[in-house]
């Protein structure tokens, strides 16, 4: 068996470490922000090289935080993809915000930056690009969109960190950037996790005082907040996991080398010139995407898509208006796309039998 994911080997090797900083927590007694939520977002402010992270419950919650320190609330349009997790456009209502979807790109699958423009309306305030895949999405276009039309940027990098874009780390083009420290992320907690990134230090500021029920010091609350803080256990954890994140986006990169290396028959992914991809997952594309999956399954490797409902034909989001057909792209995507395990502990024979696997799919019924 391959499954999809197994976050074992990579926290068994960091066991000791990962003990020792939960036991150092334990011993202050301190548990709620403190010097390890402040030890954390200085190490993630100084790797992307930005002014200030302020850690958060979870990504869900920094999307949220960043349009709401940006000023973004009731009746403000704010313009996302549909072909993202749910947590994007949940946090854009969480906010106040009116969701309207842009399609993608085909090739890159994040938001197309012409599609973007065209859904500006004189209500819209904001974009959310979100970095799907861990591939980035066009900044150069849509910093330029968002200058031109007087928006927000703000960027979901909850999948995404370790990406660049011209050799810029993503979560450092927009106003303010979203990351998730969700286990399964390119850097995850021992539980839920994020934060929120900005080189504005009085958005910052801002944020700081919304995760804490608008508290600007204590008993004195100068708006209404939420309470989404950050604990010291999550904060020394991930403190301890940044040390390893090179090696393991270098691992990952060779996994992706082998896959490349090995894989025939199905669309690969592929990296936009200016792009450097964090490939936090790996997704192929075939016409007959079910089939292969289900050999796949007989074959014993595990795979999952990412994300086979667009939110706008989700049951919940219909409200919003959007029939079948209207976001072809990311529809005609999302029958196709299949994600493949891709995590520490893989190995170059696992890939060359996931690989032998997927053309034993052409071999049973040859294509057309
Ligand atoms: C995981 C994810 C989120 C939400 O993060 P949580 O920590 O699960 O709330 C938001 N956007 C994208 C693209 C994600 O992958």
């Given at each position: 068996m391959i499954p999809f994911n197994n976050l074992r080997p990579i926290h068994e090797a960091y066991a000791n470490e990962i003990r020792e900083a939960v036991e150092r927590v334990l011993h202050s007694g301190w548990f709620i922000l403190g010097p390890e939520v402040e030890a954390f977002e200085h190490n993630l402010a100084t790797y992307l090289g930005a002014n200030a992270a302020v850690g958060v419950a979870n990504g869900t919650d920094a999307i949220e935080l960043a349009l709401r320190a940006a000023g973004i609330g009731q009746g403000d349009e704010v313009v996302t993809v549909s072909h993202t997790a749910v947590a994007t456009a949940a946090a854009i209502e969480r906010a106040g915000g009116t969701v309207r979807f842009a399609d993608i790109d085909p090739v890159t699958y994040c938001i197309s930056p012409a599609a973007a423009e065209a859904a500006i309306t004189p209500r819209t305030k904001a974009i959310v690009a979100v970095h799907l895949y861990g591939h980035p999405a066009d900044m150069t276009a849509l910093v330029r969109i968002c200058e031109r039309h007087g928006l927000v940027l703000v960027e979901d990098c909850a999948q995404a960190l370790g990406a660049r874009w011209q050799g810029q780390p993503v979560?450092?083009?927009?106003h303010l950037a979203a990351f998730s420290f969700y286990p399964t992320k390119n850097l995850g907690a021992c539980g839920d996790a994020g934060a929120v990134v900005t080189n504005d230090t009085s958005l910052a500021e801002r944020v700081r005082r919304l995760r804490c029920y608008?508290?600007?010091?204590?008993?004195?609350?100068v708006e209404r907040g939420i309470n989404s803080r950050l604990d010291e256990i999550q904060a020394a954890i991930l403190s301890v996991k940044m040390q390893h994140l090179t090696v393991e986006a270098e691992n990952r990169r060779a996994l992706v080398g082998h896959y490349r290396e090995h894989l025939s028959g199905v669309t690969l992914p592929t990296e936009h010139p200016d792009a450097e991809h964090a490939y936090h997952l790996y997704v192929i594309r075939h016409p007959r995407r079910d089939e292969l999956r289900r050999h796949l399954d007989e074959c014993g490797i595990g795979t999952l898509i990412h994300?086979?409902?667009p939110i706008h034909r989700q049951p919940a989001f219909t409200d919003l208006g959007y029939e079948a057909g209207s976001l072809p792209v990311t529809e005609a995507a999302a029958k196709e796309i299949v994600s493949l395990p891709l995590y520490w502990g893989l190995s170059e024979s696992d890939i060359r039998r996931i690989a032998e696997a997927v053309a034993l799919l052409e071999a049973k019924v040859p294509l057309g």
């Open positions: 979560g450092t083009f927009g608008g508290q600007a010091r204590r008993d004195e609350h994300y086979p409902i």
